[in-house]
């Protein structure tokens, strides 16, 4: 059928509408008439398949990669780099205004990277049958054999060659390990590279989670704004390491610490923000509940005697006698992308902390606690956004929230 695109879906497919149905179409842009074949149908939507464009926007360009739209990593790579600004700042306001019923005039345009493409410090690969390397498809667990990905640095691109090609010693060494254990025990491999350290890192992962590095540094370091960080095979560290310099100077200019205060920082990871808002603040004290990350964190924190490290659950955390002795200038949260769940949200509002800077991957979730937020006296004041996944319709924000004087706490279920 022929259907008109009129909008943006947060899941980063474009939207028609048939017979008062929705209709979410992949690889498409708002203002495109497409050619579309109905593959899956609910009572009120409808998901489709692109056959042809009628109709195409002046915002298309031609993808550079031969498996766009086959393998499951990109989205966007055929909408030009600067409408993927517009349409991640657009996508921020309007789940802060639809779920979070806030006004949306705080979001700020999205904030873009030195790269767009070539901008991964990290990827995770599967194995074909044939043993070669791949993606697995959109919703699916078959793997798309690639050569090469465009997302990711040339030096990894190098590493997937190497691994590919039969004979090389990398090869050789994979398969002596892969030999010891029963074929089903392999789940994925993972690459990983020190942008400014030139380090590298290879690492199989089981089926039981673990990690095994094949070959590389262990662990690997990091070099962003004059700040060195130790990272371990299993510990999470921002994917674009360029855009990381963006988001620490976006968070310490939220924060705008002028030397006296006590900052709480929950999710702290391995301490990229940690070890930046230590130079700038009177203490500061992290709370993460991963062993690896709490090790690194610590490491990187050696020096500052002003900085610590508790190794819990954020919920658990915040039970603690110190944290509540403690008269907190400023939060900083950096949940995964479910967001923060409702009753450790709850705990951490008792604190009535002056200024809360919230670090989200996903739109929808922080849309929701800034919802509860907003009911228990905070203001959303400045919202940023960041690209740090050029060419997928996922994001990285920024958000401030400063607590109204005098505001009774009381928040309810959004």
């Known amino acids: 059928m022929i259907l008109e695109l009129t909008d943006m879906a947060p899941t980063g497919e474009s939207m028609g509408r048939l017979d008062g149905m929705v209709v979410f179409v992949p690889y498409a842009l708002p203002g495109e008439t497409v050619d579309v074949e109905i593959v899956h149908r609910r009572r009120t939507f409808a998901r489709g398949r692109l056959v042809g464009i009628v109709r195409s926007s002046s915002h298309r360009v031609q993808p550079p990669c031969p498996y766009f739209t086959v393998c499951g990593g990109c989205e966007w790579q ?3 780099a600067s409408q993927q600004l517009i349409y991640k700042s657009r996508a921020v306001k309007e789940q802060l205004s639809h779920i979070g019923k806030l006004p949306d005039s705080v979001v700020q345009p999205c904030m873009a990277g030195p790269l767009v493409y070539g901008y991964r410090n990290h990827t995770q690969l599967a194995f074909s049958p044939s043993g070669a390397l ?3 498809r959109a919703r699916s667990w078959q793997v798309v054999e690639i050569s090469q990905c465009l997302l990711v640095d040339s030096h990894l691109n190098e590493l997937i060659h190497e691994i590919n090609h039969i004979g090389t010693p990398l090869r ?5 390990i ?6 089903g025990d392999l789940r994925e491999l993972h690459l990983r590279y020190g942008v400014h350290t030139t380090e590298w890192q290879v ?3 089981w089926q039981d989670n673990q990690l095994s590095v094949l070959d590389g540094h262990i662990p690997i370091h990091e070099h962003i704004d004059g700040y060195m960080f130790v990272i371990s095979p299993g510990s999470f560290f ?3 390491t360029h855009v990381a310099s963006l988001l620490i100077s976006e968070v310490l200019n939220a924060l705008a610490l002028q030397g006296d205060e006590s900052v709480l920082e929950l999710y702290s990871g391995v301490g990229l923000l940690t070890v930046p808002i230590s130079e700038l603040a009177s203490s500061v004290l992290g709370v993460e509940q991963y062993p690896e990350a709490v090790q690194d964190a610590r490491v990187n924190l050696v020096s ?3 900085a610590r490290i508790i190794q819990a659950d954020v919920n658990s955390a915040l039970d603690l006698a110190e944290v509540h002795s403690t008269r907190w200038s400023a939060i900083v949260v950096d949940p995964p992308r479910s967001g923060i769940p409702y009753g450790t949200l709850m705990k951490l509002l008792e604190l009535q902390v002056p200024r809360l800077v919230y670090v989200s991957c996903d739109p929808a979730s922080l849309a929701r606690d800034a919802h509860v937020l907003s009911t228990a006296g905070y203001e959303l004041t400045h919202v940023q956004p960041l690209d740090m996944f050029p060419q997928t319709h996922h994001i990285e924000i920024v958000a401030v929230f400063t607590h109204q004087v005098g505001f009774a706490l009381h928040a309810g279920r959004p």
């Open 78 to 80: 055929h909408i030009e």
């Open 134 to 136: 791949g993606y697995r």
């Open 172 to 176: 050789h060494h994979l398969e002596q």
């Open 178 to 183: 892969i030999a010891e254990h029963s074929p």
């Open 203 to 205: 690492m199989v992962e």
């Open 238 to 240: 921002q994917v674009n």
């Open 304 to 306: 500052r005697s002003n």
